[in-house]
C-alpha cells in the first residue's frame, strides 16, 4: 500500500461515518463512538499482558467475533495519562478491521481442530511490531486519528500559517541533552493534546506531513 491509500481509506471511513452520524470537522476524532456505533464491534478490556506472557500485548482482535480487547492498562478513565495509547490502540486494531479482515473472514466456517481450546485472536499489537500487517495498521491509525486536512487547519489555526519548524531553530537556547525527538515531540505536544494522540505520535504524523523538518532544505525559486 501507499501512503496515499491509507489517506484514501481512512477518509472514506470517516465519510461513511458522517453520513449516518454528523461529519467531523474538528479533532479529536471520535474513535470509540466510529468502533462501536458505527461498525459495530464490540470493546472489552482484558488482561492481555497475563494472556499473552509470551508479548507485551496491548490490543488483539477476533475477525469472527466482532472483538475488539484493549490491554487494562490503557483504560482511560483509570489511567487519563494513557488516553492518547488507548486511542491509536483502538484505531489500529481498526485498520486491522478494515484492512485485512478479508485475509481471516474466509475461514469463518471453519472448526478448531481443539474445541474446547479457548479461540485465539486473529492479531495482537505488542509494543514493538514490525510485521508488515502491523506497520500498515499504525499508518492506518495515524491517518484516522489525524486527517491530514484537519491537522492542516489546525496548524494554520495555531501558528498563524502554514510554515514548517526546524529542528535548528527549536534547537536555539534548549538544553543539548534534549534529544531531537524531545525537542519536535515538545514542538508536537499542543496539537496532540487537541487530537487527544500521543507527542510521539503527532510528532510522527507532523514529520511526515513536512511541518517539523530536521533540515532546511535550500528553496529554488
Known amino acids: 500500500?501507499?501512503?496515499?491509500?491509507?489517506?484514501?481509506?481512512?477518509?472514506?471511513?470517516?465519510?461513511?461515518?458522517?453520513?449516518?452520524?454528523?461529519q467531523v470537522t474538528t479533532p479529536p476524532v471520535p474513535i470509540d463512538e466510529i468502533v462501536e456505533e458505527h461498525l459495530k464491534l464490540a470493546i472489552e478490556y482484558r488482561d492481555l499482558r497475563a494472556e499473552f506472557p509470551e508479548g507485551d500485548v496491548l490490543g488483539a482482535i477476533w475477525f469472527n467475533d466482532k472483538l475488539i480487547a484493549i490491554d487494562q492498562?490503557?483504560?482511560?478513565?483509570?489511567?487519563?495519562?494513557?488516553?492518547?495509547?488507548?486511542?491509536?490502540?483502538?484505531?489500529?486494531?481498526?485498520?486491522?478491521?478494515?484492512?485485512?479482515?478479508?485475509?481471516?473472514?474466509r475461514r469463518a466456517g471453519e472448526r478448531s481442530l481443539l474445541a474446547n481450546t479457548p479461540a485465539r485472536p486473529d492479531h495482537v499489537l505488542r509494543s514493538h511490531a514490525t510485521d508488515p500487517k502491523e506497520v500498515q495498521a499504525n499508518r492506518f491509525a495515524a491517518c484516522l486519528l489525524m486527517p491530514r486536512e484537519m491537522v492542516k487547519r489546525e496548524w494554520h489555526q495555531l501558528r498563524g500559517n502554514m510554515d514548517p519548524i526546524y529542528l535548528a531553530d527549536l534547537r536555539a537556547n534548549q538544553s543539548p541533552n534534549l534529544s531531537n525527538e524531545m525537542l519536535f515531540e515538545q514542538a508536537a505536544r499542543p496539537l496532540a493534546e487537541k487530537f487527544e494522540v500521543s507527542p510521539f505520535a503527532m510528532r510522527i504524523r507532523l514529520e511526515g506531513m513536512k511541518f517539523l523538518c530536521r533540515i532546511r532544505e535550500n528553496m529554488l525559486f
Open 73 to 105: 492498562s490503557l483504560v482511560p478513565e483509570d489511567f487519563p495519562a494513557m488516553r492518547g495509547r488507548y486511542r491509536f490502540t483502538l484505531a489500529h486494531e481498526l485498520g486491522h478491521w478494515r484492512l485485512h479482515r478479508h485475509l481471516y473472514l
Open 1 to 22: 500500500m501507499h501512503d496515499q491509500d491509507f489517506e484514501d481509506e481512512t477518509a472514506l471511513l470517516l465519510a461513511e461515518y458522517g453520513k449516518q452520524h454528523g
